[in-house]
């Protein structure tokens, strides 16, 4: 897999093809593939059969492309993310037990909250999250927990806007953002009514390690009328939880 006429790398060009995949979008003919990816027919479908040869791309029954297992395996094998979900589990199914809603884990990831994992049941609020799933950092609760504890470069950068609205109550004013972000420092924790649906309020509380870093957020969804205080309680606890086991 030599680098192209174009002077792409191979690097570039495999991650261009692998970012063409979504949470929505998990099946691809190699057509498009090429085609979002920016890539001449030929090249595409020669790249991506070098890539289903190596395991990390896989064709199913109807000749669509899918991310293969090799992917995956190589991705969680040594992954901080995966120490950082396993530790974390037992204490988030403590609080879906006890809230029967969305519970979530998600760290920050270029300038933005990627989810590594989401407890839910039939009967929980709507929520547009999935795991490995991204949202703006000033529109979700997780992602206003991480962003209140990121370095002070990445706060100014989102703070200089645009800040989009993906709802009525999405904060998009720099001067409110920033009070938002130090109320949560202060409170310890973020309450997002509607900021994301206008049906639902995200509550979520900062993970930290045994530095005392903070390195995910952990949140529930749960109706927008609903009452906070025990689940912000049950997330607190779980939290303190989740840093045990990481220093375990």
């Known amino acids: ?5 174009t002077g792409d790398s191979v690097t570039e060009r495999l991650l261009r093809v692998l970012e ?29 059969g070098e890539l289903i040869e190596t395991g990390l791309l896989e064709r199913d029954e109807d000749h669509r492309i899918r991310v293969g297992m090799r992917l995956w ?24 037990a006890r809230v029967g809603e969305h519970t979530q884990l998600a760290i920050l990831e270029q300038g933005e909250a990627l989810f590594l994992e989401r407890l839910s049941s039939p009967d929980a609020t709507s929520n547009i999250t999935r795991i490995a799933g991204r949202l703006p950092l000033h529109a979700s609760s997780s992602g206003l927990v991480l962003l209140a504890h990121a370095p002070a470069e ?22 409110a953002l920033r009070r938002k972000l130090a109320e949560i420092r202060r409170l310890g924790h973020a309450i997002a009514p509607g900021y994301i649906e206008d049906v639902a309020t995200g509550l979520a509380v900062p993970v930290r ?15 927008r009328d609903a ?22």
């Open 1 to 5: 897999m030599a680098n192209s006429p």
């Open 20 to 48: 063409t995949f979504t949470p929505t979008r998990t099946v691809q003919t190699a057509s498009q593939i090429g085609r979002r990816a920016g890539l001449p027919s030929s090249t595409a479908h020669r790249f991506i």
């Open 73 to 96: 395996e190589l991705a969680t094998r040594s992954s901080a993310a995966l120490r950082l979900r396993q530790a974390a589990m037992p204490a988030m199914e403590r609080v879906q």
């Open 154 to 175: 990445l706060q100014e950068r989102i703070l200089t806007g645009p800040l989009a609205a993906l709802a009525r109550a999405t904060i998009t004013e720099p001067a």
């Open 209 to 223: 390690d045994a530095s005392g870093a903070v390195v995910a957020a952990l949140s529930v969804v749960i109706a």
């Open 227 to 248: 009452a906070v205080e025990a689940p912000l309680e049950a997330l607190h606890r779980a939290s303190r939880d989740i840093q045990g086991a990481l220093q375990a």
